[in-house]
């Protein structure tokens, strides 16, 4: 950043601000030294609850710099859910919004941090510029040494909590010692993910390792809207979930010469079908479209590039350890159908406060189970079938949600889909499907999915027994992924007000 301190870093579309490599700098070495006048020390927390907003990277640098671990939670969560997650952690300083600080002053009463508003500012309420008055010498600050080296705590995410509560996970140092191809100086990049997620936090230090020119706003993602940024912007490069991947292919300004300077789409966070990869592809045929798969606990473990091997994740990224192994551990071969662990070559944090649900995921040997069930074929491309507590089981047999998902997928008319497994007494989780067609599509009809299901997939077990619905949507979280007991209650709904009869084979 001080080699090129003239070259403008980011720019908030929202409010039209633009911060340079030497603003972002004087912001952030302005606050890592408040902090440690504050008497915020490496194992004290710092928590944020806000937006993509133009003071939010500055802060995020301070913490790193004075090495003072934050932990993110997202701003927009419910006052239980942003209670539970700010409960684990306690920080002292939290920096949130004018939209959320009531919300905030009433979760943390117990231990009442000091807050600071980062937007909307409130009259009487404490805020980023009270920290960013720069101070003597700073351009002779030199940032804290972590004591932990590479293994030290520098920030907390929350998981997903797509099956249940979220855990605060811990990253390490280590994480961030890594580079992104993709990305170099000349790129201008877009990601609508906040720093609660590891795609924004991950953006965020990309953006800063390698000087590029990083696009945010407050806005939520919506097709129009992208398309609107990248050609305002000249974006080439962005990440996104399968949901925002499926609204722009749907979108019709979505076209090959509004997209004119995008190179490289990344999609994460979950499953999207081949006819949605294909269609993007065919609208913008210059782009070069990659698929990651990771998660908060590991990061990165694989990568595909373009189109090849559509229902692989693709081959592991370097320095990545992996293997697929039984119920016992026993290390499996090629094709065979299994957990996936990925080896930590450092020490993990683990979940904060979490001491048994971490040692439930990382063995000793340093082996972190993912919870997915996946194969690698003999090519060394990497498919993830489903999760493993996800595993259902009809009349005594195992069965995996993600293989008929995955099966409903294949048809071009379905955006997405959920199955779910409705327990019954005598047969067990019975499966039926939540399906999202594209607009105004009359087909596929259900009669048609479970019949394409049956010539696909021939086990007893994978028949959609409890049938099909149609919804609008599938509840997703803040981040796109879909909420699986939140689908089943749906799917037992439908069950109970439709006259539908599906007959158990």
Excluded at 36 to 59: F, P, S
Excluded at 433 to 442: E, G, R
């Amino acid at each position: 950043m001080k080699m090129q301190p003239s070259k403008v870093i980011q720019i908030d579309d929202f409010d039209g601000t633009t911060v340079t490599n030497k603003e972002m700098l004087t912001y952030s070495i302005s606050i890592a030294k408040k902090l440690k006048k504050l008497g915020m020390r490496q194992e004290d927390l710092v928590g944020v609850a806000a937006h993509n907003t133009t003071y939010l990277t500055a802060v995020t640098l301070g913490c790193f710099f004075n090495c003072t671990p934050f932990h993110t939670v997202h701003p927009d969560f419910k006052e239980v859910a942003m209670a539970q997650c700010f409960d684990l952690t306690k920080p002292k300083i939290i920096f949130c919004e004018g939209s959320n600080y009531k919300t905030i002053v009433k979760i943390t009463a117990d231990y009442s941090p000091k807050l600071y508003t980062l937007s909307d500012h409130l009259k009487g309420v404490p805020t980023i510029f009270d920290l960013l008055q720069p101070t003597e010498n700073d351009y002779l600050y030199q940032p804290e040494t972590p004591s932990l080296g590479a293994e030290q705590t520098v920030a907390i995410l929350c998981s997903s909590g797509t099956t249940g509560l979220p855990k605060a996970v811990t990253l390490s140092a280590y994480r961030f010692m890594l580079n992104n191809p993709l990305i170099n100086g000349d790129t201008v990049f877009y990601c609508p993910s906040t720093l609660d997620w590891m795609s924004g936090l991950m953006g965020l230090y990309y953006n800063c390792l390698s000087s590029c020119t990083r696009i945010i706003s407050r806005k939520a993602f919506s097709p129009d809207y992208f398309v609107q940024l990248t050609q305002k912007y000249k974006i080439t490069y962005t990440i996104m979930s399968p949901i925002n991947v499926i609204a722009l292919t749907e979108c019709p300004q979505f076209t090959c010469d509004k997209m004119a300077t995008l190179l490289s789409p990344q999609c994460i966070g979950g499953p999207i079908s081949q006819h949605i990869l294909r269609n993007f592809q065919k609208i913008v045929p210059k782009c070069i479209i990659t698929r990651s798969y990771g998660c908060s606990e590991t990061g990165g473990i694989s990568i595909n590039i373009g189109l090849q091997r559509e229902n692989s994740a693709g081959k592991l990224l370097p320095n990545v350890q992996l293997r697929i192994v039984d119920d016992k551990e026993n290390n499996l071969g090629p094709n065979d159908i299994g957990e996936i662990l990925v080896h930590l070559p450092y020490q993990w944090g683990g979940y904060f406060g979490n001491t048994k649900e971490t040692e439930g995921l990382i063995d000793a040997l340093g082996w972190c189970r993912t919870g997915d069930i996946g194969l690698m074929d003999g090519d060394c491309f990497l498919y993830i079938v489903d999760r493993k507590k996800d595993v259902l089981k009809y009349l005594s047999m195992h069965y995996w949600p993600g293989e008929i998902e995955n099966t409903i997928r294949e048809l071009p008319q379905v955006d997405d889909c959920c199955v779910v497994g409705i327990y019954d007494e005598h047969f067990g989780d019975v499966a039926g499907a939540l399906v999202v067609k594209q607009k105004d599509s009359k087909v596929p009809t259900a009669e048609m999915i479970i019949s394409y299901v049956k010539e696909r997939l021939v086990e007893p077990e994978k028949q959609l027994h409890n049938g099909v619905y149609f919804i609008e949507e599938l509840p997703r979280n803040n981040n796109g992924k879909v909420l699986r007991p939140e689908a089943k209650e749906i799917f037992r709904n439908l069950m109970q007000t439709s006259s539908i009869d599906y007959v158990l084979l």
